[in-house]
């Protein structure tokens, strides 16, 4: 699933792309996922392109937006030409701009897009914001026992970390994932905290992980996925201490870790 490094790559491309373009037809090929209408879109102007957590938020002219949640498999791609057959294959909804197409792809049908911001509200602080301190984490932390790589996956606590970046967080600060989260050390917060940084900035240095579905806007792959830590490195040799990276299932996720360095 693309995390917030693949989805504010994807924002800063859409801007680039489609920022100030009219829609001027829309198709809606699965009113399931696609919760939008032509009525909503057709005729409005793309004034900017925002990013909360992992959602993707586009603001048009007549004060409408629309979120977008990509979930598994979900991809905004951009067609400066005209579409062919094989760029189908997976559409689920399709604006044709005054230059070029914007397309919503997805394999899986898990992601959506609607009107409206109401997902919004419900995601909590955002890993750039001024939020993002040790007393505003303290305070996430003390109120459960969870271990701490799910709690830096729970949307309503920390916008936009998902199991990537959780692993290579966690290592990066030494800390076990299976830690309860109330009892980190403020130290242990501290270094955590600017872990997630440094891994979320690198990351966006990348351009994002391409490990299965996630692809930028103009059809081109992230880099991340060749400099994991230890994402995906099972039984491969710690870059720190040379022992075996280990792997368990938390909370059904595949976790990365190192059992020496991890205490």
């Avoid at 400066?80 to 294959?89: F, Y």
């Avoid at 890993?127 to 932390?141: A, D, Q, R, T």
């Avoid at 920390?158 to 290579?168: D, F, K, L």
Wanted: hydrophobic share 35%.
């Amino acid at each position: 699933m693309p995390e917030l490094p693949e989805v504010e790559t994807i924002k800063n491309y859409l801007k680039r792309f489609v920022v100030g373009r009219r829609i001027l037809n829309f198709e809606n090929l699965n009113k399931k996922q696609i919760k939008v209408s032509e009525n909503d879109v057709v005729g409005k102007k793309i004034l900017d392109i925002e990013r909360m957590g992992k959602i993707l938020i586009i603001k048009l002219s007549g004060n409408k937006n629309l979120t977008a949640h990509l979930k598994m498999s979900g991809q905004f791609l951009y067609f400066p030409r005209n579409l062919e057959k094989g760029d189908l294959k997976y559409a689920r909804a399709i604006f044709k701009l005054n230059k070029g197409y914007l397309v919503f792809n997805d394999v899986r049908k898990f992601g959506w897009l609607r009107v409206g911001n109401e997902e919004i509200q419900k995601l909590g602080i955002e890993p750039f914001s001024k939020k993002f301190n040790i007393k505003n984490l303290e305070k996430i932390f003390k109120q459960t026992k969870r271990p701490i790589k799910l709690v830096l996956m729970d949307q309503r606590k920390i916008a936009g970390i998902g199991n990537i970046y959780a692993n290579e967080a966690l290592f990066l600060a030494k800390i076990n994932p299976q830690k309860p989260a109330n009892k980190l050390t403020k130290i242990e917060i501290k270094r955590l905290k600017n872990s997630i940084i440094k891994i979320l900035k690198r990351a966006l240095k990348y351009e994002g992980t391409s490990s299965r579905f996630y692809l930028k806007p103009d059809q081109t792959k992230g880099r991340y996925q060749e400099k994991f830590l230890v994402y995906q490195k099972t039984s491969k040799d710690c870059s720190r201490c040379g022992k075996k990276i280990k792997k368990i299932i938390l909370g059904g996720r595949s976790t990365f870790y190192c059992s020496f360095c991890q205490k």
